[in-house]
């Protein structure tokens, strides 16, 4: 969907350093959230926001941060990447009451 | 916490077969989406059931939410090979975790033309 754009699609990092993806979405909508899927777990819930500079945590959040500082941006944070994170993560977006829009994903191998 | 199963996990069905999946929540729901993933690609917002034993069509895809508002099912009539992909369903928490969807794990489908 052209009104969520992530950034970058591919990376590929070593152990031990720091990784930022960017998630930047043109509809206003006041719900973000971040997800990661992986082989045989499906999608899960990392962090998610409700507003500017309001985030929660997720089901899997540790070894990961968040920071919403304009409505439009939402940006993961690895702190100190791991082998254990290497999956694709996925942007979604809501709003209005309806269903989650989610941007193309960004795949994300640690070595 | 809540948990949403679905099953079975994989399906392969000849083009022209109808295709099943079921999902089942721990809790009871205020509402349940079914996503459709392409390979590939990401999720895709099919549909949203709200009521006790609702029933919405989509052309083939036929879609229910139990009446006790626990469990869902999608069916597809008559496969052909564009509906091959994974197919979630999600459930929202309650109160404060109601902006919050939990994934089934998926239903992935294989379409043998």
């Known amino acids: 969907d052209a009104g969520i754009t992530q950034s970058p699609r591919h990376k590929v990092t070593e152990t031990g350093t720091p990784v930022t993806l960017r998630c930047h979405q043109t509809e206003n909508h006041r719900y973000m959230y971040w997800y990661r899927q992986d082989p045989g777990h499906g999608l899960r819930l990392i962090h998610y926001?409700?507003?500017?500079?309001?985030?929660d945590k997720g089901e899997v959040s540790d070894g990961y941060s968040v920071s919403r500082s304009k409505t439009e941006d939402f940006l993961l944070t690895l702190e100190s990447a791991t082998s254990s994170q290497t999956s694709v993560y996925f942007c979604?977006?809501?709003?209005?009451?309806?269903?989650?829009?989610f941007g193309s994903g960004t795949r994300l191998t640690v070595v | 916490g809540q948990q949403v199963m679905q099953i079975p996990q994989y399906q392969h069905v000849q083009e022209g077969e109808d295709f099943t999946t079921y999902c089942n929540s721990s809790?009871?729901?205020?509402?349940i989406q079914w996503y459709k993933q392409r390979p590939g690609g990401h999720p895709v917002f099919l549909i949203q059931l709200v009521k006790s034993g609702e029933v919405k069509k989509q052309k083939r895809l036929t879609f229910q939410f139990g009446e006790a508002k626990k469990n869902s099912s999608l069916h597809i009539t008559a496969t052909q090979t564009t509906d091959v992909g994974t197919y979630f369903c999600a459930g929202p928490g309650s109160g404060a975790g109601s902006y919050q969807l939990t994934f089934g794990k998926g239903t992935k489908l294989s379409v043998i033309p």
């Open positions: 979604a977006t809501q709003g209005g009451g309806h269903g989650y829009t």
């Open positions: 809790t009871t729901l205020s509402n």
């Open positions: 926001s409700y507003g500017v500079k309001d985030t």
